[in-house]
């Protein structure tokens, strides 16, 4: 295999083979391609002359871009097939943001309903070819169910840590329904992340987390995909476009990391001749990344998390340091925004006919925001990445339309009527709506 893991702390340096997730000096790991070979066998003709390919790999919105995430046996690969999801453009939701050329990339139609599909078929690929038996994740409740999906159909034990009474149902059913054993930690997210971290290294587990690197090389094909698409969108004998902004909601940051890993490796091989700015967007109460942001990363801050948004409800990332440098390549920024405009945001999408959830409106939110204040420009070119499906969380949906959510009022409430089963009733109910 042409790759190693490289510490990006130390610089040390570990075979592939080798069951780790971290450097012998704590530091976090990347898969390290051999740019300079990859240079002679990658264009984008390769990637294109691949789409609308039905069989696998390359069916696989990841394995499309196989050279770019692991080179790694056809036969060996535990695919859904994931990825292959749709750009969206909403002139009500762009008017609402108030820039002319927005486009929402759909990461919620991933198989399991999260983009955490496309980590998760490289990181249990991996697992089988390191002989593992077991994997195991702590999570806000999306990983836990890819892991418990993938997992199932690599043939392998998938173990989840969820902090209890804090993930959404949709969630936490899929973990039960695809047979995952599921532990429900007394604690936050961090607390079962810090504990799935002592297991994994006591018992012979591996840790499919995003802390793992293998995790991330999937998850950059979210960047591969979406300028590609934009591009082939525009002229399909041009291809490959890249916007001015690209913002995402950021928890544990892996995302962040994988994008950022993306872009860089697509301009040092020549796939794109400039680089978009990464806007990472958090929650209020859940926005350790973003102080440490304001303090120009001088300092890593940690909080404690809460936010109606319970998938990025993290105040200790893992992938910190990885996600600074992330922002370092693309001259990215991080925001803030608050439950009311994260559900305020949800609304406006989901009545768009597009539907997320509460995270991933939270970079819409985030969006809005940065053009209010004047850092996006109307005339830029922008793509919000929506990270899991509106079906994740109906709960939170229901309460804001119930006025319900605690704290909360919401702009766009659709309360819906009790009637008597008469057409009167139906008439008066419907009065000014015909
Ligand atoms: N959006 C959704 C829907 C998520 O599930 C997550 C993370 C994020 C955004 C943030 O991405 O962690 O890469 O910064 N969910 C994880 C989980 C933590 O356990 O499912 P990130």
């Not at 990637?47 to 609308?52: K, M, N, P, S, V």
Request: one cysteine or more.
């Amino acid at each position: 295999m042409d790759f190693k893991l490289r510490c990006i702390d130390c610089g040390a340096e570990y075979p592939p083979q080798e069951i780790r997730c971290t450097c012998d000096c704590g530091g976090l790991l990347d898969v390290e391609h051999d740019l300079d070979s990859l240079r002679e066998q990658v264009s984008r003709e390769l990637f294109d002359g691949r789409l609308g390919d039905l069989a696998l790999p390359y069916a696989s919105g990841v394995w499309r871009y196989r050279e770019l995430i692991l080179p790694v046996a056809e036969g060996a690969i535990v695919s859904r097939p994931e990825g292959n999801t749709n750009l969206y453009c909403s002139p009500s939701l762009s008017n609402w943001l108030g820039v002319d050329d927005l486009c929402l990339k759909h990461e919620g139609e991933n198989p399991t309903g999260s983009f955490k599909d496309r980590g998760m078929t490289v990181g249990v690929t991996q697992a089988k070819f390191l002989g593992c038996q077991a994997v195991a994740c702590a999570s806000t409740g999306n990983t836990s169910a890819s892991l418990a999906a993938y997992a199932a159909m690599g043939g392998l034990l998938a173990i989840v840590f969820v902090p209890q009474g804090q993930i959404a149902f949709g969630k936490l059913s899929q973990a039960l329904a695809y047979g995952a054993r599921t532990l429900q930690v007394r604690g936050d997210f961090d607390a079962a992340m810090e504990l799935v971290r002592q297991v994994c290294d006591e018992l012979g587990i591996y840790l499919l987390n995003s802390l793992n690197p293998f995790r991330l090389e999937g998850q950059k094909s979210i960047i591969f995909e979406a300028l590609q698409q934009l591009g082939l969108a525009l002229s399909p004998s041009k291809g490959w476009e890249v916007p001015d902004w690209i913002v995402l909601p950021a928890g544990n940051l892996g995302n962040t990391s994988a994008f950022g890993k993306a872009l860089y490796e697509l301009k040092e091989l020549g796939l794109i001749s400039r680089m978009p700015r990464l806007a990472a967007v958090q929650a209020q109460g859940a926005n350790p990344f973003y102080r440490s942001f304001l303090g120009g990363f001088q300092q890593r801050e940690r909080v404690e998390a809460h936010t109606v948004a319970t998938a990025i409800r993290i105040g200790d990332p893992v992938s910190y340091p990885r996600a600074v440098r992330a922002l370092r390549w693309t001259d990215g920024l991080v925001t803030e925004v608050t439950d009311q405009q994260i559900m305020d945001a949800k609304a406006r999408v989901d009545a768009a006919g597009i539907g997320c959830e509460p995270a991933s409106a939270a970079a819409v939110a985030g969006a809005k925001k940065l053009v209010e204040a004047g850092v996006i420009g109307r005339e830029d070119k922008v793509l919000v990445v929506l990270t899991g499906h509106l079906l994740k969380d109906p709960q939170a949906t229901v309460d804001y339309h119930l006025e319900k959510l605690a704290g909360l009022t919401p702009a766009y409430a659709n309360r819906p009527v009790a009637i008597e089963p008469t057409l009167e009733a139906v008439q008066e109910a419907l009065e000014g709506s015909l």
